[in-house]
């Protein structure tokens, strides 16, 4: 029984993991208008998705470090970033009086069900993904200082 649980677990991260193709669940905007990440990728441009929370500090941090640096990105790499908000129906209220105090610089979108983060098999966040054609080509999971130079070094391997 352990063993079949093991390989059970093993088979799902490595599915988590290994992970290519979009999710194709429906995300909201700030207006309340429905989108997917293949609708927002379907350009074939180069995208930064990061799954984060109003009380997620490290999720503030990541987000606060990319945006100092998001305008120079976007003139070497033309990179686009979403952040797309986990938190659910009693702190999503939290997420435009935050972003409006952060003047974040990108796009912020909803996932109040937390569908795509179940999609994408987050069991943390800060999640950091990148999108290349429609395909998610990095990964990344929590942050710690300095952790978006990482990132930008692999916004450049794939742009």
Partial sequence: MKQLICV??????FNAIS????????I??????STTLQDISKDN??????????WCVPCKKELDAINEVYVDW?????VKVFAISVDDSRT???????????????TILLDTNNDLKRELGAS????????????????????????EDELYEQIKKHS
């Fill in 124 to 147: 943390t966040i800060p999640l950091t993904l990148i999108i290349k054609n429609g395909k998610i080509v990095y990964r990344h999971s929590g942050y710690t200082a300095g952790a």
């Fill in 45 to 54: 441009d180069l995208y930064v998705v990061s799954l984060w929370a109003t």
């Fill in 28 to 33: 909201k905007t700030l207006d309340g208008d």
């Fill in 8 to 13: 059970l677990l093993l088979a799902l991260s």
């Fill in 92 to 106: 999503v209220s939290r997420v435009k009086p935050m972003i409006n105090g952060k003047a974040w610089d990108f």
């Fill in 74 to 78: 976007q003139d070497e790499t033309n």
């Fill in 19 to 26: 992970q290519e193709n979009l999710p194709t669940v429906e």
